[in-house]
Each structure stands twice: as C-alpha cells, then as structure tokens.
C-alpha cells in the first residue's frame, strides 16, 4: 500500500500478469471465467460514513463471498495497526480472519477495494492456485481480483496529487488499467464509468491502449504496416535453410521448422496468451484451445 509515497508506473509486472491470465483460464476453464461476466456492482459494496465499521465492513465481505460464489466461506473483519493495507488468514475455513489496515477507519470508501484483494487470497486458496514467491503471488491475486470482476475498486483507491497519494495492491495504476481493459474486451464491459478517481480513468485509459497492442502483433491480420514488414522479412529469413535462426520462443512470435511439413508460426493468444502453432500458408482461422476465441491471421 503506497500512503503518502511515491506510486511505481508503467508495466513492470506484465509478463507475470499475462501468465496469471493464463492460469486462471487453465485452472478455472473457459466456461467458468465466463460466469463472471458481470462486476461487482458499486451499489453492493457501497460504504457511508454514516454506516457502522464493523457492519457494513461484514457487509460488503458478504457481497465480496457471494460474487466469488464462495456460499459456505464466512469472513470475520476487524481493524489493528499494520504496515499492509489488509492480510487474510487462510485455513481449512469456513471462517477466515481479515485484518484491515487501521487507515481504513476514517477511508471507509476504500475498504471494498482492500477486501476485494483478501477475498480472493481464500478464493485462490481453496483453488490450490498460487505462483512461486510472495511478489508473483500477489500479482496474481491482483490480476484475478481485477478479472473475474471486483478488481475495478482497487483501481478506483488509487488517487495522487502533488501533496498526496494512495494506491492499493501490487500492480501499478496502469496495470491494473491493463487487466481491466482485457477483461472489458472479452466481456464488453465498461468500468470506466464507476471510476470516481480521475487519476484512475487516466491509468484504464494507458492500460486499454497496451491491451489493443496485443490484438495488434503479426501473424493477426489487426497488425499495422511496420509490423507485417517486419514479419514478412522474419519470415523469408526462416524459410531460407541458410538464413538466420528462428526467433526466440519468448519474443511476440517465433518460427518452426516444420520438417517434411510446412513451417510453422507460434505466437500468443491475444485474450488468454497462451500460446498457438498454426502452419505458414497465408491466411488462417485459428481457435485457441484455452479460451476459444476466433484469430484470424495472416501467417
């Protein structure tokens, strides 16, 4: 939890956010990403000052349990001192521990942003899904807050002037940005319009142009001009025998040699990353097997 410090920008995490994407399609199934088509609505986990701590923080728990459909997961909420904005303590359940972050006492709007992060640690949790590490860890729980629905209002806690700042979570501003933009892409969703942080519209708006960079990346035919060139002159250096070697595995795409059959192109799905091998032969409909969606590509 950044308090009054300095707040980390741009994209530093993003290729562990694009590996926790494709964990939870892995581990959860195209089909079940799908029932989370609709976001915690602000309504649900709205908090006034004029409402009781301890009440409405229970209250906007529930909501939290009830969208992560979690039905025999019950949450005990209190408040203590601490340097994290919040931590959970995860047992075989049904009752789990949160501690919020004193701060949240006279920030009461920002306590469904703080619960919203610890939920889904139990979530995550009960699923057996984690990454190696406490930072890659808390990336994907960040990363599948922001996914399946609620992470929207750790974006919206993040708000910075020229005297202060506050931003939740591990991922930057604009990271948060990214994931949401995926999210609104696959679901035709539009969160900017809960945002009450202009701080935080500006940083959906950075993350939604990196996330059309990824529909944008040869073979798919959405590529510009200076990208299908340089893809056409990879290419031709792949299919010479005495030309360069393939492209590293790593990069946004990478050539095969396809032995007796055709050469073979692999590049990430734009929507899950996994990433598809389909054969060089101009154009080409591919299905990713992960999370189905429709490529077409110009290989």
Known sequence: ??????????????ETVRAAVTALYRRLSCDTVRTFSASVAPADVAFC?????????????????????LPDARMIVSFREMTHAASVELAAGPEYF????????????????????EVMHVYLHRLDLSFAGLRDNEILTDTATTYLGAGWLLLDAYREDSASSQKLGYLTPEE??????????????????????????????????????????????????????????????????????????????????GGRGPLRVSFPCPTCHQRIRVPVRGRVRARCGLCRTVLECDT
């Open 1 to 14: 939890m950044a308090n009054g410090g300095p707040v980390e920008h741009g994209f530093p995490h993003l």
């Open 176 to 257: 948060f940005g990214y994931v949401l933009a995926k999210r609104a892409l696959v679901f035709g969703e539009d969160p900017s319009v809960w945002f009450t942080s202009a701080q935080a519209y500006t940083a959906y708006v950075k993350g939604m142009a990196r996330a059309r960079r990824d529909e944008q990346q040869p073979p798919l035919t959405g590529a510009g001009w200076a990208g299908r060139r340089r893809y056409a002159r990879d290419r031709r250096h792949a299919q010479d025998p005495h030309g360069a070697a393939a492209l590293p595995v790593d990069g946004p795409y990478s050539f095969t040699p």
């Open 98 to 117: 949160i501690e919020l972050n004193d701060r949240f006492r006279a920030h009461r709007r920002d306590i469904g942003a703080a619960l919203a992060h």
């Open 49 to 69: 000052d004029t409402d009781d701590l301890y009440l409405g923080a229970q209250r906007v728990a529930h909501e939290l349990v009830r969208h992560y459909r």
